[in-house]
């Protein structure tokens, strides 16, 4: 099993300051015929069920606000949120969607310093 | 616009079953897998369950294999997750969501249902 992990566990950030979480996988997730990271980031909010920000390690959902950006390759991945607002409090996770199981990282938790 | 409402959540005793249902509609449903996701109170995501559109293949996490079984009923656009011999640890809230595959792979989970609880204890 690939198994996610991410860091750090919390952070705290002042409104429109740079946020970055981490994410490391296992083992690799280019996978398939198409030399693509099988990586998502997704954001949930409190009584909320996720919502998918990010995937294939750098491309925006449609719908997204342009201050999340994904980057990285291979194992080690990094979400950035460029100028953070207060809407943007929440639990941000990642998931390789390489292989089965689909595992999720345990969760980075951003709140406003 | 896409809809996934999930049902059959409830208390049960430890070894019991239950059955949950997902609702699905606004998009093609035998174009997309489907999959269960669960998080227990005040934890992370788990993938649990993740079934093709064709239904033919069944993937599972390795802490539900053996106990829960997904199905689903194209002709009624309804996900399912049977869940037997039920531990305390099984206690989360169950989503549903929908995933989009093709021939390079599964992609990631475009829309969730808003989840169902299940709570195991005596």
């Known amino acids: 099993d690939i198994v996610m992990t991410q860091s750090p566990d919390s952070l705290a950030v002042s409104l429109g300051e740079r946020a970055t979480i981490n994410c490391k996988s296992s083992?690799?997730?280019?996978?398939?015929?198409?030399?693509?990271?099988?990586l998502a980031w997704y954001q949930q909010k409190p009584g909320q069920p996720p919502k998918l920000l990010i995937y294939?390690?750098?491309t925006r959902e449609s719908g997204v606000p342009d201050r999340f950006g994904g980057s990285g390759s291979g194992t080690d991945f990094t979400l950035t949120v460029s100028s953070l607002q207060a809407e943007d409090v929440a639990v941000y996770y990642c998931?390789?969607?390489?292989?089965?199981?689909?595992?999720f990282g345990p969760g980075t938790k951003v709140d406003i310093k | 616009e896409v809809q996934l409402v999930e049902s059959g959540g409830g208390l049960v005793q430890p070894g019991g079953s239950l059955r949950l249902s997902c609702a699905a509609s606004?998009?093609?449903?035998?174009?997309?897998?489907m999959t269960w996701v669960r998080q227990a109170p005040g934890k992370g995501l788990e993938w649990v369950s993740t079934?093709?559109?064709?239904?033919?293949?069944?993937y599972y996490a390795d802490s539900v294999k053996g106990r829960f079984t997904i199905s689903r009923d194209n002709s009624r656009n309804t996900l399912h997750l049977q869940l037997n011999s039920l531990r305390a640890e099984d206690t989360a809230v169950y989503y549903c969501?929908?995933?989009?595959?093709?021939?390079?792979?599964?992609?990631?989970?475009?829309?969730w249902g808003q989840g169902t609880l299940v709570t195991v204890s005596s």
């Open positions: 079934v093709p559109g064709g239904g033919s293949d069944t």
């Open positions: 998931q390789q969607y390489c292989t089965t199981p689909f595992t």
């Open positions: 606004g998009f093609t449903f035998t174009s997309y897998a």
């Open positions: 083992q690799s997730v280019l996978c398939g015929s198409n030399n693509k990271n099988y």
């Open positions: 969501a929908k995933v989009y595959y093709d021939i390079s792979g599964y992609y990631p989970i475009d829309s």
């Open positions: 294939w390690a750098s």
